[in-house]
């Protein structure tokens, strides 16, 4: 009985302790440096942001592009003689 007296002394004091002590770490501290950090991916990366959100319209703009760019290219051949 006496051993469990004790153990359950020492475990208070050493949740008292526990409980007393300050965090180190700051959560909004840690949110705010993602954020830089999703700001500085964005500026280094080939793609924006959420691109894959957007990627068929992506798809269907470089579709018209090529598709000018072919109809351009086919009647300046056509208009040169060959």
């Known amino acids: 009985m006496r051993d469990v007296s004790r153990v359950t002394e020492e475990n208070r004091q050493m949740l008292k302790r ?11 501290k840690w949110e705010q440096e993602w954020q830089t950090n999703l700001q500085l991916i964005d500026q280094m990366s080939a793609y924006p942001p959420d691109w894959w959100k957007y ?28």
């Not at 409980?19 to 909004?28: D, G, L």
């Not at 470089?62 to 300046?76: A, D, E, N, Q, W």
């Open 55 to 82: 990627q068929d319209q992506v798809i269907t703009v470089k579709l018209r592009i090529c598709v000018l760019f072919s109809r351009t290219f086919y009647f300046s051949r056509l208009n040169s003689g060959f």
């Open 18 to 28: 526990i409980v007393s002590v300050q965090p180190r770490y700051s959560r909004e």
